[in-house]
C-alpha cells in the first residue's frame, strides 16, 4: 500500500548552493546543441535570418 504524505516546507529556511553546478549535458544532446549553433551561424553568415524573432 503507498501512503501518501504532504509535508510543508518553510522557505524561509531553504537555502540554495551556490556553488551547485548545472547538470552536463549528455553528449548526442551536445552534438545536436553544436550542430544548431552551427546551422544558425552559417544562417546568419548567408543573410537569412528572417527566421529569428
Known amino acids: 500500500m503507498k501512503t501518501t504524505e504532504k509535508k510543508l516546507v518553510d522557505l524561509s ?7 551547485m553546478k548545472r547538470h552536463k549535458l549528455s553528449p548526442s544532446m551536445e552534438k545536436k546543441v553544436e550542430e544548431a549553433k552551427r546551422t544558425i551561424e552559417e544562417l546568419r553568415k548567408s543573410g537569412k535570418n528572417d527566421f529569428l524573432f
Open 13 to 19: 529556511r531553504v537555502k540554495v548552493d551556490p556553488n
